[in-house]
């Protein structure tokens, strides 16, 4: 990887963590629930999918980095904190 991509690497992943630390500061850490988000950043903190009695995914986020593979192709790593899946029909069973 170039000087070029690697400098473009670095500010990207800058601008990325301070989204991340406003969205992490923006999101409830002691409710269980989901929080209505404000803005579209807070989903680099947490996202929920359902309804606040019945979630059937939710996730929180670790600081996302964007990697070069090469100078035109490129991979967002999200790290998942802590997370939750329900199935479908997984109380039948």
């Known amino acids: 990887m170039c000087n070029l991509a690697s400098t ?4 990207i992943n800058r601008q990325l963590e301070t989204l991340w630390q406003i969205a992490t500061a923006s999101v409830p850490s002691d409710s269980p629930e989901p929080s209505t988000p404000d803005t579209d950043y807070t989903l680099l903190a ?3 999918v ?3 009695e019945n979630v059937s995914f939710c996730a929180t986020f670790g600081t996302p980095q964007l990697k070069f593979l090469c100078n035109h192709a490129a991979v967002l790593q999200l790290l ?3 997370g939750h899946y329900q199935e479908d029909g997984c109380d039948n069973m």
């Open 46 to 48: 947490q996202i929920y």
């Open 80 to 82: 998942i904190k802590s």
């Open 50 to 52: 359902g309804t606040p």
């Open 8 to 11: 473009s690497a670095y500010y």
